[in-house]
């Protein structure tokens, strides 16, 4: 099985700080709660680094899911609801210049 692979320089990387209040996560689920971030666009690739760690619950990863919208996935495995840390996020974006076929295919 081959894959394909689509390459492209970076155009600029930036960090943002940003006040973001998560929802409660209920037991035993995975969720993806969104939130506005003035700036982002779809295609940027996005880190977000809370501003601790909550027990209980794992942030599993993010995405662009809309201009100036980030989605970021809670997992919760334990027998209670636990609330992800609330306050300043610090979010990596990354956007990329232009694309170009890539030079080698992933087997």
Do not use: W
């Not at 909550?54 to 599993?60: E, H, I, K, N, Y």
């Not at 919760?76 to 030079?103: D, I, Q, Y």
């Amino acid at each position: 099985m081959s894959s394909g692979v689509t390459a492209g320089n970076v155009f600029s990387q930036t960090v943002l700080e940003v006040s973001l209040t998560p929802s409660t996560v209920l037991t035993i689920t995975a969720v993806e709660q969104t939130f506005t971030v003035p700036g982002v666009k779809l295609g940027d690739h996005v880190v977000v680094n809370p501003p601790g760690t909550t027990s209980g619950v794992v942030q599993c990863g993010a995405r662009v899911s809309a201009a100036d919208t980030i989605a970021i996935q809670y997992v919760n495995p334990t027998v209670g609801s636990v609330t992800p840390l609330a306050g300043t996020h610090r979010v990596l974006v990354t956007r990329r210049g232009g694309t170009a076929a890539a030079s080698r295919v992933l087997v």
